[in-house]
């Protein structure tokens, strides 16, 4: 599986950037992720990556959410 996406800026609508990828599927995101000197007709890649670290600290922190909100006396 490919992580890494070539994108050409095809334009911007408010502050919505319209990406082209490489097989002529689109992305739209928001422009302030882009680079600020970016323009239409610019290419970007962008690279996808797992963040194992990250993915396992959130469903700790939320599962401390439901064991807390379980735990509570219900009124």
Do not use: C, Q, Y
Not at 34 to 59: A, M
Request: charged residues 35%; aromatic residues 2%.
């Amino acid at each position: 599986m490919k992580n890494k996406v070539i994108a050409v800026l095809d334009r911007i609508e408010g502050g919505t950037a319209v990406l082209l990828v490489e097989d002529s599927d689109s992305i739209e995101l928001p422009v302030g992720l882009l680079p600020p000197d970016i323009k239409e007709g610019d290419i970007v890649s962008i690279i996808f990556k797992k963040e194992d670290r990250k993915t396992k600290n959130e469903k700790e922190r939320v599962e401390g959410l439901i064991n807390k909100l379980s735990s509570k006396p219900r009124a």
